[in-house]
């Protein structure tokens, strides 16, 4: 699986978009990005997943750029409880294995 | 709730003692996972089944450790002769064969602290 780089942390205004990047420069022709979120004392949840074109569903928008490597994903209207640490993964999308996490990007929403 | 589920949520136990984890994955789901996560870092993957087949595991799965899953259902993960070392969150997920694009659902982790 492709390596990742996410910023450490990242603030955000309350009801303001949070733009969440991630690079991943080494990613291979057949792999998929993922975005999971960890909420504090909770397990990762799924928040959406890309190939190469933008996806959109009810809880955010994910960019990838045209080469592929980079992608961001976007909470168009942050609240407090989008504060969590947002992981980026590349994996293939049909290995049933293992999920790569790095140390991810923690997000605060400030009021 | 039709989600993971895992017990216990929180276990302290003494070094040198056995504990074992339960994992409930979501029903449909064939594939389960357990993960490591320590304060601070991502989760690292330990082992991961399909059905009741153990298909692959991580050098993270020292002998002391060992995973189940008898009847491609739930899975039991049992640590051996604990260390302080062992103190993580552990993570069961679990995922459908029959999704293409293979999401991973996550449970709410047990936290283990070895003293």
């Known amino acids: 699986d492709a390596k990742t780089t996410q910023p450490t942390s990242m603030d955000c205004a309350e009801g303001r978009a949070a733009n969440l990047p991630c690079n991943h420069s080494t990613i291979s022709g057949n792999e998929y990005v993922y975005w999971y979120r960890q909420i504090h004392s909770q397990g990762p949840q799924y928040i959406i997943h890309g190939l190469k074109n933008n996806e959109t569903n009810e809880m955010a928008s994910l960019i990838i750029t045209e080469d592929r490597k980079s992608s961001t994903l976007i909470l168009p209207h942050a609240t407090l409880r989008d504060t969590a640490v947002y992981y980026c993964?590349?994996?293939?999308?049909?290995?049933?294995?293992?999920?790569?996490f790095g140390d991810g990007t923690t997000l605060t929403v400030k009021p | 709730d039709t989600g993971v589920s895992q017990n216990p949520r929180h276990k302290i136990t003494k070094r040198g003692q056995n504990v074992t984890f339960r994992c409930d994955p979501i029903?449909?789901?064939?594939?389960l996972y357990w993960y490591r996560q320590t304060l601070g870092q991502g989760p690292e993957f330990l082992t991961y089944?399909?059905?009741?087949?153990?298909?692959?595991k991580s050098r993270l799965l020292s002998d002391r450790f060992s995973a189940e899953r008898p009847k491609g259902s739930f899975s039991t993960l049992e640590i051996q002769r604990t260390e302080q070392g062992d103190s993580a969150m552990y993570l069961c997920a679990s995922s459908s064969i029959t999704t293409q694009y293979n999401e991973q659902f996550f449970g709410p982790g047990t936290r283990l602290t070895v003293l």
């Open positions: 089944f399909q059905n009741e087949a153990q298909l692959e």
């Open positions: 993964i590349v994996r293939v999308a049909t290995n049933a294995g293992k999920s790569t």
């Open positions: 029903s449909e789901h064939n594939r």
